[in-house]
């Protein structure tokens, strides 16, 4: 039997690497006494971390609450730099993260957005040594093709890979003035509708209001059905709904609450502290709501 041919994908902007088996055949996927053939390279990704000084082990959350699925999971930390494997029928996965500085989620930090601009400087050399120490482990032992796998940086640069892998979309277009010229006749039916009944035109410029209330404008491009690219600057790209987008006249920069919407959104904040055991906090919300309610009298 040959070398096992797979794909080795990694990125660094949520820290992964994942190897998955190629081909179509799933009787490709047993081995001859009925073990997964790509066992053995699960298992010497995490010896190749082991080596490099980490404690690899079982995953305690799933060991916690499915036992009976821990053989296919584990857990690992190199000073710092942990991480979470996973090995399916055809393929396996680890996930980077860390928990030194202080995470957004209150779950911890592998649940974290944009993991890797959190990531101490220490954190962030290990990470680069424990990925090229991993594909330089793995590929030896298979017929790999290594693929790097994050967005551009750039606004423009993301939306041309995803019309050059749409299928959605015309293959022709090389850059963003095609883009407008190829859409210009394009089927968008009902989706290019904005928030008041106007046609939405690739390359227009539109407003949208974003989920912290202020006022946003960009330059929007069609994605899929009635979502559309919106470039805000070289390297902010938002993907919004067609009846979010509309031209300004006299919208406020920042979205007025009203004072029942207000009073709404803070019991509802008060509801979430309550729920994480912050009291001083609800405290402190509670003292704002009773001072609204009376003011509305």
């Given at each position: ?14 820290p ?10 799933p ?26 000084g ?6 305690p959350?799933?060991?916690r609450?499915s ?15 942990e ?7 055809s ?37 680069k040594v ?75 410029l539109?407003y949208?209001y ?8 960009g330059i ?7 979502m ?43 509801s ?16 704002v ?9």
């Amino acid at each position: 039997m040959g070398k096992l041919k797979v794909d080795i994908r990694f990125g660094y902007k949520n820290p992964f690497l994942s190897v998955c088996l190629l081909g179509d055949n799933p009787n490709d996927r047993w081995d001859k006494v009925h073990n997964w053939v790509h066992h053995h390279l699960y298992c010497a990704a995490l010896q190749t971390m082991r080596k490099k000084g980490a404690e690899v082990g079982k995953n305690p959350r799933i060991e916690r609450q499915s036992p009976i699925l821990s053989s296919y999971h584990g857990y690992g930390n190199w000073h710092g730099l942990e991480f979470q494997s996973e090995i399916h029928m055809s393929s396996f996965i680890l996930e980077f993260y860390q928990n030194v500085t202080p995470s957004e989620n209150r779950n911890g930090g592998y649940y974290d957005f944009d993991k890797y601009k959190k990531f101490p400087y220490l954190i962030r050399l290990r990470l680069k040594v424990a990925i090229n120490s991993l594909i330089a482990a793995l590929t030896p032992l298979c017929d790999a093709t290594v693929t790097f796998t994050d967005l551009p940086e750039k606004a423009e640069e993301r939306i041309m890979k995803e019309y050059r892998e749409s299928c959605h979309k015309r293959q022709n277009i090389s850059s963003l003035a095609d883009a407008q010229s190829a859409l210009s006749d394009y089927d968008l039916s009902q989706n290019n509708n904005d928030r008041d009944n106007k046609k939405i035109v690739c390359g227009d410029l539109k407003y949208f209001y974003s989920y912290d209330g202020y006022l946003h404008r960009g330059i929007v491009y069609h994605n899929l059905n009635n979502m559309w690219w919106v470039v805000e600057n070289d390297t902010t790209l938002r993907n919004i709904a067609s009846f979010y987008l509309f031209d300004r006249t006299d919208e406020p920069i920042r979205k007025v609450l009203s004072a029942d919407k207000k009073l709404e959104k803070l019991k509802e904040e008060r509801s979430r502290q309550i729920k994480a055991e912050n009291f001083l906090r609800c405290d402190r919300i509670q003292k704002v709501i009773n001072r609204m309610a009376s003011q509305l009298g």
